[in-house]
């Protein structure tokens, strides 16, 4: 089965032209818990605004999405700009005010006041279909090139993650080949051990016996070998599941974590130590990878 790993990075852009407009969009994609999207629409299209957010809802999920989207108006007689008269010379008056109460020597420039709100606004207000249909297009082919990206992306992601979850199956796998010499290890320790707690016990068989069980449960890492394969199975499942989900591959690399440190703390043996590490190595690459996942 092919992976179908995304990645939360990725870049597109799309651009076309007519006689009357030149209209680009370019969308680029970092990783975030949700989905954030951050866009700028001219004036005259704020009310296509939800259209093109649920367009990038939908196919997007998560990440954090940068738009950029640029027309420009090739025919003058298709961008006629009105002067909102009242509006300017209020504009004025106030800022004048402004400036008298402030004792500041230099008045404000009419570019600047130009530049405000609603200073100058385009004759219609409801855009052109032909300008409308031609951001609607470069939006969707912009949006598929962004999830392509994310794929490939993806797909380099998913390798990595693959070969650094088979590295700690593996030396797990040389861990359990130090288990027998290990347990030769610790039974002369215990007995040792033990032949001090007799001594101290006095023949209770009951303390005895509990101080023997605390003393074997504290070293056995038998259960958590077990746990941490199956863990090292369920994320290797996961990596190919026909859905990507970072959340999910997170959750359980942050259950392989657990087992993980609990091995290192109970072995008692430097060679397993060595191993742990390195285990821990591949796992924190894992972490860090799986935070760019969709």
């Not at 005010?97 to 385009?122: C, F, H, N, W």
């Amino acid at each position: 089965m092919h992976s179908m790993i995304q990645s939360m990075t990725g870049y597109g852009a799309s651009s076309l032209s007519s006689d009357n407009y030149k209209v680009s969009v370019e969308l680029k994609s970092l990783n975030s818990k949700f989905l954030e999207i951050n866009m700028k629409l001219p004036r005259s299209y704020m009310q296509e605004e939800l259209v093109l957010r649920n367009m990038l809802t939908a196919a997007l999920e998560r990440g954090k999405i940068n738009v950029n989207l640029n027309i420009e108006v090739l025919n003058p007689d298709k961008h006629q700009l009105r002067l909102n008269r009242p509006l300017i010379q209020a504009y004025a008056r106030d800022l004048d005010k402004v400036r008298e109460d402030l004792g500041l020597q230099y008045g404000v420039s009419l570019e600047y006041i130009l530049s405000l709100p609603d200073a100058m606004t385009p004759e219609s207000t409801d855009g052109d279909p032909e300008e409308w249909n031609m951001i609607d297009a470069c939006f969707r082919e912009a949006t598929r090139l962004l999830n392509e990206s994310r794929a490939s992306e993806g797909a380099a992601l998913a390798d990595d993650l693959r070969q650094r979850n088979e590295n700690i199956g593996h030396l797990l796998g040389e861990v359990g080949k130090l288990l027998p010499a290990r347990y030769d290890a610790m039974r002369g320790r215990i007995e040792t051990v033990m032949a001090d707690i007799q001594s101290k016990v006095n023949n209770h068989a009951d303390r005895f016996e509990q101080e023997l069980i605390f003393y074997l449960e504290k070293l056995d890492i038998n259960e958590e070998m077990v746990r941490l394969e199956q863990h090292v199975v369920y994320f290797r499942t996961a990596l190919e599941e026909s859905v990507s989900n970072g959340k999910k591959l997170g959750f359980i690399s942050q259950e392989m974590g657990r087992e993980i440190n609990t091995i290192g703390s109970k072995a008692n043996d430097a060679t397993i130590q060595v191993l742990v590490v390195q285990m821990k190595e591949d796992l924190e690459r894992i972490k860090e990878q799986v935070l760019n996942i969709v």
